[in-house]
């Protein structure tokens, strides 16, 4: 018995820290494609394409026809804490992008074989780098980037183990795409599983899409409201309690255009549907919250899914009366769609 002998305090081996880093950052093949897909938005894309294989065991591509990167910096594009979007404690704070850690594939890289093929416009051509190989070398392609995945955790069985069925996480995967999607209108979005194509959003007005995110049943059954200074406002589409569902599953909320899922939003609303949605039914939104940066800390999880709020109680507040007002007015002018 007794305690195991002490061992000296070592360094981890860079590999290791990643994969540590990874199991975080990299849950299931959802992950890899939201973060895959944010980067192309970083890089001002205006089309984006995602290919999905077994359920992006096999692999996963997003390809964007953003500003690319330089030959020179593939490598350091799968370096950890590497990142052209933040270089200091001050550009933190004011983040616009959707990445600054600089970790996301690195981590991938480190449980997956990633290929990068880009070009900036002002290149002779592509290049493309794998992070199995030594270095960059030239390679056929347009303006902008593919990143592709291979064999996610082949090299990490114990990982590997938990992910469901193909076909589980390919749904997993396409519903990363949505959430995405949805706070960016202004970017055509396809997505092929199996080299089937099961998803195309061209690019428009957002209550196209944002309707697109709430389905059909509320084509006709939904109200949409834009309400609050520029400083703490809530727009967005609400369906109307004359449609409900069995389950939470068309429920988007965005704070400054990322996705979130938040105790203190989501219970704003849930409260504010409660007069009109009897017991276990549930509403179905698209909300999107802006606030000042200053305000709310998006620095809180590596995924990045959480955030903190200065103020928390008046978030509640202005999200709780944007939504109990916009669906009473609704109620005021067709009572003969009220409920009960
Ligand atoms: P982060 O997004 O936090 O900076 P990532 O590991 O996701 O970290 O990406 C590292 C860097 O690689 C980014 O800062 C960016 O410069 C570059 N990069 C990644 N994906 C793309 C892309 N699709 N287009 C252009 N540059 C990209
Ligand atoms: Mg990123």
């Known amino acids: 018995g ?122 002779p051509h592509a290049s493309v780098r794998d992070s199995a190989a030594s270095e960059a070398v030239p390679a056929a392609g347009t303006t902008g980037t593919t990143v592709e995945v291979f064999d996610l955790y082949s090299a990490t069985p114990a990982r590997r183990k938990f992910l469901k ?75 109307l309690p004359t449609v409900s569902r069995a389950r939470a599953d068309r429920q988007f909320f965005y704070v400054n255009g990322r996705f979130v899922r938040d105790r203190v939003l989501m219970h704003a609303v849930r409260q504010a549907y409660a007069d009109v949605l009897h017991g276990d039914r549930h509403a179905a939104y698209v909300l999107f919250l802006r606030i000042d940066p200053a305000l709310v800390d998006v620095n809180v999880h590596p995924a990045k899914i959480e955030v903190r709020f200065r103020d928390s109680q008046a978030v509640h507040r202005a999200v709780f009366h944007a939504v109990r007002d916009a669906l009473r007015a609704s109620a005021a002018e067709h009572p003969s769609l009220a409920p009960g």
Not at 2 to 24: F, K, M, Y
Not at 46 to 64: A, P, T, Y
Not at 189 to 202: C, L, T, Y
Not at 214 to 228: C, S, V
Request: with cysteine; proline share 6%; charged share 25%.
């Open 165 to 239: 069925t193909p076909g589980t996480e390919a749904a997993h995967c396409i519903e990363a795409l949505r959430r995405v999607a949805l706070a960016h209108p202004g970017v055509a979005f396809s997505a092929w599983v199996d080299g089937r194509r099961v998803e195309d959003f061209g690019a428009g007005a957002w209550q196209e899409r944002a309707l697109g995110g709430l389905g059909e049943d509320y084509a006709r059954a939904h109200r949409a409201i834009d309400t609050g200074p520029p400083t703490l406002g809530v727009s967005g589409l609400l369906g």
């Open 2 to 123: 007794g305690p195991a002998p002490r061992r000296p305090i070592r360094p981890l081996p860079d590999t290791l820290v990643s994969q540590i880093a990874a199991g975080e950052v990299v849950e299931r093949p959802a992950s890899v494609v939201k973060e895959l897909l944010e980067n192309a938005l970083d890089a001002g894309a205006s089309r984006i394409e995602l290919r999905i294989e077994e359920g992006g065991m096999r692999r996963i591509s997003v390809s964007d026809d953003g500003g690319g990167i330089p030959a020179g910096e593939l490598a350091l594009a799968l370096t950890r804490h590497a990142t052209s979007k933040i270089g200091s404690l001050e550009e933190l704070e004011r983040v616009g992008t959707l990445g600054f850690r600089g970790e996301a594939l690195a981590s991938i890289a480190s449980v997956a074989r990633v290929r990068i093929t880009s070009r900036t416009a002002d290149a």
